[in-house]
């Protein structure tokens, strides 16, 4: 029997490095993908030597499909992928009609086409394999449009939507998909975003990145569909649920200058 493996893409910081603690202290054998290597290397040091467990580093750019695909087979080919954790993300504050379309599209090629390339090649893996779990990272800035970071609230929307129809269609099945959708959390999201401040950052206090993926971790090895995290993102999640359509972008604007 092949040893089984978690995988999880953004480990070099914030929310993926959690993940990684997370799956760790389970003695879970680990594959860290993201850019920085020499972060993910130390915190494969820091895993190997607290837990015994096997850690392996790939230095991926995820923006780059051939590079996503070429990472999948290299991983796959030999191992039984248990977990999937596709968190690797970025954002972008700013006018739509301002700006340069690189970072924008280059949250597209990470939050979506990587996302669904993983999760595609992951879903059949897995149940070859005879089961496993994928926890996508959303947000709730998947449930509301965002005037102001416009395309980072529609590739959330996407992992929720995807996510969602995936684990119906697996219903029955020992493969399930977990999306997790966090509020403001404290990483280097955003900062990197520009975000800094705006309003939905400087009025709370964001969650701690620890918290954040603990309840990720818990509703994935659960099974659940979906998990938003903290009272108040549970309202922004059902609040444009029953707020005039027209209205919905209007008051995420507030949030979101
Ligand atoms: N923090 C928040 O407030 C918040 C709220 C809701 C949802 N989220 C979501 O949570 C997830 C994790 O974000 P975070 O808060 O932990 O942010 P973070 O601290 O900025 O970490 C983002 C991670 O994504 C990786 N990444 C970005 N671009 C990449 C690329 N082209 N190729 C490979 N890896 C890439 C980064 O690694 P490298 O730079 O090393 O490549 C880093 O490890 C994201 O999906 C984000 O959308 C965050």
Redesign the pocket.
Known sequence: MAAKWTVI????????VEFARLAAAEGRDLIL????EA?MEALAEDLRARHGIAVEVRP????DPGAVEALWRQIAARRHVEILVN?????YSGPFAEGGPEREM?SVM??VAALTLLTKRAVAHMLQQGGGRILN?G???GFMPGPNMAVYHAT?AYVLSLGEAVAEELRGTSVTVTTLC????A????K?AGMEGITLFRALP?AS?RAVAAAGWRAMKAGKRVKVTGPLNWLFSVGPRFAPRALVPRIAAIFLK
Not at 182 to 185: E, L, N, R, S
């Open positions: 893409t953004g480990a070099s910081e914030g929310l993926g993908v993201a850019r920085q972060k991926t750019d995820l923006s968190n690797a993300g970025l954002g280059a990470v939050n990272v947000s709730t800035a959330k966090p509020g403001a959390t990483t280097n999201f955003a990197d964001p990145a």
